[in-house]
């Protein structure tokens, strides 16, 4: 009989195990829709956007080889059963998912599925590593980033990734199915068109992954120990909308830059790290799965926040006054996505001086990054804020300026997002507040009203960050 092969987050065909198991078997090739099981955690505007684009493209791949797929919206409890009913598939495979809430509504497809005599099929095709399976000697889940990372390296390195399938047998639709444009995944209405940039610089769907990554071996994977701290300049893959979609698979991306670096392990090492932090997120979530809400560590549980819908309304928009942090957030805004070390100098400014809920920092990352993972934007917030099991210390506070000096020296990143200080001398640009009137003037920049003054002042909010840590102590 035919099987139903489920689409949600590895919209890829190369090195996708479901796909890969229906051999040259009839397949229905389907992905729903499915914003209520998702609740809270449904993809935010930027996601969707991309989302979009990714299904237009795994939909022409998929009919290229003889198997168009299917667009459906609903309870995927109802929707996958009906489907599996009307082209008499006893199996539905799919790629295992790890957010709380993808584990519940899978429980729930499988039941349902179940009750008629038929079979939900997980397949790891995300992570490195099944999260479920690494334990430490004690058989307790991780905690700490180093040992998860040892064990993993332990392990081997993953297998050769799988081939795309050239041809694929697809059955004929039943009723169910939508168009693309009716699922409504863009911005509505378009005007302003908020993504009209997003194209510009990503190319959703497998096709564009493999693009991103072969430009990545090309060019910055031999300098990236340096090169990915820096913002002004292309030095990190710029993979992760493509890895958290499942455009490439994290082995694929694994292999290939083991590949182009055969100096060996430990030469690929900076960069395979940051593909073992991503299981590392996924292995907290998965046996965390309040992550995403509440601090890990319980004595973060009653931290004196302090709201101010003004200023995290300053921060969301790069209104802060700091140019470093305004830069990244305008970055956020116009490309869905903002360099790694600068969401660290943002996401620190926000929690600490700006005293706001890491919580109301990552809820607007939701919203606006394209490679919105509820994984590792939890687990980075959480790392920010010092809550998390394996964070920056709680006494680090990130000071914006020295951190805008040291990272971004000649100023090409802020000078390239903020304009308006774009002629402003290296030497004030990571506080203009301190320059002379007389610099302000001849660089055309005048501040409060081409540009604001910080919403907090660095010793305010250093002293305010301080007394708000100080209630920790002693605490368990
Ligand atoms: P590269 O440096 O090329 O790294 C390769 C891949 O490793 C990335 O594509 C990503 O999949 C993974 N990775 C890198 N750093 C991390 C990390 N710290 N934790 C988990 N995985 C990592 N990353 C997301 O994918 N989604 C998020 O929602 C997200 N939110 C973040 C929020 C905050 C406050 C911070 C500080 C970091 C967040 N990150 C998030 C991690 C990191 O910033 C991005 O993964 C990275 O900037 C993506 O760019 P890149 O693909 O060029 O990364």
């Known amino acids: 009989s035919p099987r139903l092969i489920w689409f949600r987050q590895d919209l890829r065909l190369a090195d996708n195990p479901a796909l890969a198991a229906a051999g040259d078997g009839p397949i229905l090739p389907v992905y729903v829709l499915d914003e209520a099981a998702a609740g809270r955690w449904a993809p935010g505007g930027a996601a969707r956007w991309w989302l979009h684009h990714s299904l237009a493209a795994l939909g022409e791949a998929l009919a290229a080889r003889g198997a168009p797929l299917l667009l459906a919206r609903g309870r995927a409890e109802t929707v996958i059963p009906a489907l599996a009913d009307a ?3 006893d199996e539905v495979m799919a790629g295992r ?16 599925l179940g009750a008629a005599g038929r079979r939900l099929t997980l397949l790891p095709s995300a992570l490195l590593h099944d999260p479920a399976e690494l334990r430490s000697g004690s058989g307790k889940p991780y905690a700490v980033y180093g040992p998860f990372a040892k064990a993993l390296r332990a392990r081997g390195e993953p297998p050769a990734p799988l081939p795309a399938p050239d041809r694929l047998r697809g059955v004929p639709h039943p009723a169910g199915g939508e168009a693309l444009a009716a699922l409504r995944l863009l911005p509505q209405p378009p005007e302003p068109d908020w993504a009209a940039e997003f194209g510009t610089l990503w190319t959703p769907g497998e096709a564009g992954a493999a693009a991103r990554l072969a430009r990545f071996l090309a060019g910055p994977v031999r300098s ?36 182009a670096l055969p100096e060996g392990l430990d030469a690929a090492w900076p960069f ?17 799965p309040e992550l995403p809400e509440a601090p890990l560590k ?33 970055q956020l805004w116009r490309l869905g996505w903002m360099h790694n070390r600068v969401r660290m100098i943002a996401a620190s400014l926000l929690v600490k001086q700006l005293q706001q809920p890491w919580q109301d920092g990552a809820a607007w990352f939701w919203d606006t990054l394209v490679d919105a993972d509820l994984a590792a934007n939890s687990a980075s917030w959480q790392w920010v804020a010092g809550s998390g099991t394996d964070a920056a210390p709680y006494f680090r506070i990130f000071n914006p300026v020295l ?13 390239r997002f903020l304009p308006e200080l ?16 007389a610099v302000l003037q001849e660089a055309g920049v005048a501040l409060d009203r081409d540009y604001p003054r910080p919403v907090v002042t660095p010793e305010a909010g250093r002293q305010r960050a301080l007394a708000a840590l100080a209630t920790l102590r002693g605490r368990a």
Not at 98 to 109: G, S
Not at 303 to 312: K, N
Not at 403 to 415: A, C, I, L, S, T
Not at 422 to 437: F, S, T
């Open 224 to 259: 990236y120990a340096e090169g990915r701290n820096l913002p002004a300049i292309e030095g990190s893959s710029g993979l992760s909308p493509h890895l958290h979609w499942g455009e490439v698979s994290p082995r694929q991306v694994w292999q290939a830059v083991r590949a």
């Open 403 to 415: 951190q805008g000096e040291k990272f971004d020296p000649e100023g090409r990143y802020v000078r």
């Open 298 to 330: 319980p004595r973060f549980a009653d931290f004196p926040w302090d709201p101010d819908a003004a200023l995290l309304r300053a921060w969301q928009r790069g209104r802060t006054g700091y140019p470093i942090v305004d830069a990244g957030m305008r």
């Open 422 to 437: 774009a002629r402003l001398p290296d030497r004030w640009l990571h506080h203009p507040w301190d320059a002379p009137e």
């Open 97 to 112: 998912l790890y957010d709380p809430w993808a584990r519940e509504r899978d429980a729930r497809v499988a039941e349902a």
């Open 272 to 288: 395979l790290s940051e593909l073992v932090w991503r299981d590392f997120s996924y292995h907290l979530l998965w046996h965390r």
């Open 87 to 89: 082209v008499g598939a």
